[in-house]
C-alpha cells in the first residue's frame, strides 16, 4: 500500500508526540548554584534554570503532578514550583535543615530534618505538620512502600534503618546496619527493603515482617561509596549510586551479587528511573552533570551539564 504525504508527515507527527510525552522533563537540584536545572527528556538538554532558594537538595512530586517541592535546607523550607510553567508557587517551613523526603502515595511529605534528629510529616497543601518523629542522628534517606504502610528513615551517624507503621506514626523496628545509611528502596510487593551504607561499603537486605537483615554485601571496592538506590521495573535488579567510584552498579535483588558497573559522571548520587523503567538518570556532584543511561543494555546514551553540584533528581513523565 502507498502512503500519502500526509499519512506520512501525521504517522511522523505522531510519533514524536508520542515519544515526547513518554520522556517528559527532569528536574535536577544544583546544591552550590542554589537552582534547579530542567531537562528536556528528549534531547537531553537543559532547556530552562530555575533560582529555587539556598543549598536545594531532595525533590519530589505531587501524586497528581501538578507540583513540584524542593527542599531548600539552608532556608529550613521547602519550595513549590508549578512543572509546567517553572513558576514557583510558595514555600513554606518544614523544621531545621531538611534534606532529603518522599511523597506518600496520600500526597503528605516524609521529611528527614538532618540536623534536628527526627521525620517530619507535613501536608504541602497547607505546610500544617502531621505529625514529628524522634530518629537516630542525622536522618537523611526516605523511603515508602508501595502500598504507603511503611516508611524507612535511615540515620547516618547511628547507622539505623528506622521502620515507621503508617498512618500510626510509631516506628515498629529500629536495624543496625553498617556505617552511613543513605538510602533505601523497596521491592514491588514491600516485603523487602534495601539500604545502602555509604562508609561501609555496603547494600542490605532486610524483610520488612521480621525487621531481620537477610543478605549483605560489600561493592568491593575502597572507592565505593553508595548513595542512591532503585529497583528495576521488573524487579530483578537494583541500581546503586557508587559515590566516588564514578559508577552506578547493577545488582541483583535476590543475591545482590554485582552484574556490572555503568561508568558515568564523577561522584554520583542522585537516582531517578521514567515510569517505563527504559531510562535511568544520574546526578553527578563533581563534575556537574547529569548521566542518561539506557536500561536495555545498560549504558550511558547522554550526559547533560547541569549547574554547580547537582544533588537531587526527578523526572515529570
Known sequence: M????????????????????????????N?????????????????ATINIGERPRGIGISPDGSEVYVAISDEKKIAVF????????RKFNVGEDPEAFAVHPNGNIYI??????????????????VAEIPVGLEPEGVAISPDGKRVIITSESTNMLHIIAVPEHKIIHNILVGARPR????????KFSYATAEIGGEVIKVNMTTGQI??????????????DILMSKDGKNLYVAGGRLNQVMVLDSESLELIKGIPVGKRVWGLAMSKDGKRIYSSNG???????????????????KVGEFPWGIVIDD
Open 2 to 29: 502507498k502512503l500519502t504525504s500526509t499519512a506520512i508527515l501525521l504517522a511522523v507527527f505522531f510519533t514524536q508526540t508520542v515519544f515526547a510525552q513518554s520522556t517528559g522533563r527532569v528536574f535536577v537540584t
Open 31 to 47: 546544591e552550590r548554584s542554589n537552582t534547579v536545572s530542567v531537562i528536556n527528556g528528549t534531547t537531553h538538554k537543559v532547556e
Open 82 to 89: 508549578d512543572p509546567k510553567s517553572l513558576k514557583i508557587l
Open 112 to 129: 528527614s530534618n538532618e540536623a534536628s534528629a527526627k521525620a517530619t510529616i507535613i501536608n504541602p497543601r497547607n505546610g500544617i505538620i
Open 183 to 190: 538510602a533505601a528502596t523497596f521491592n514491588h510487593d514491600g
Open 214 to 227: 537477610v543478605k549483605r554485601i560489600s561493592l568491593g571496592d575502597d572507592k565505593a561509596k553508595p548513595k
Open 286 to 304: 563533581v563534575s556537574s552533570d547529569v548521566s542518561v543511561i539506557d536500561t536495555l543494555n545498560n549504558t550511558v546514551i547522554a550526559t547533560t
